[in-house]
């Protein structure tokens, strides 16, 4: 059974710094894409960033530059370092994974192709 379990969220002023982390276990893909989401109220789930299982990354052009998609494999946890973060930053972050390398946000875009997702970590960035 494939769990996913975020934290690290909360409230931050405009320009600070947050580091969400998600602990995935129980999947047993060879080739995988590991990946955040986040939705804020009102608005569609977007792809923010993805990792698949040989490394390569990929970014959302809104976070290029300030995010970081990292993976501590040992630990079998997916970080998103998030640098310089903005009022439109704010939402509920998500990760997910699913079978398959392709993990390119063109692609992988509001994440309909995931079945296994984490419940969820709070982000608030105030002016």
């Known amino acids: 059974q494939v769990e996913l379990v975020e934290s690290g969220g909360g409230s931050v002023q405009a320009g600070g710094s947050l580091r969400l982390a998600c602990v995935a276990s129980g999947y047993t893909y060879s080739s995988y894409c590991l990946a955040w989401f986040r939705q804020a109220p009102m608005k569609r789930r977007e792809v923010v960033a993805g990792i698949n299982s040989v490394g390569r990354t990929s970014y959302a052009d809104f976070v290029k530059g300030r995010f970081t998609i990292s993976t501590d494999n040992a630990k079998k946890t997916l970080y998103l370092q998030m640098n310089s973060l903005k009022v439109e930053d704010t939402g509920m972050y998500y990760c997910?994974?699913?079978?398959?390398?392709?993990?390119?946000?063109?692609?992988?875009?509001?994440?309909?192709?995931?079945?296994?997702w984490g419940q969820g970590t709070q982000v608030t960035v105030s002016s």
């Open positions: 997910a994974v699913r079978q398959g390398g392709d993990c390119r946000t063109e692609t992988i875009t509001a994440g309909r192709s995931f079945t296994n």
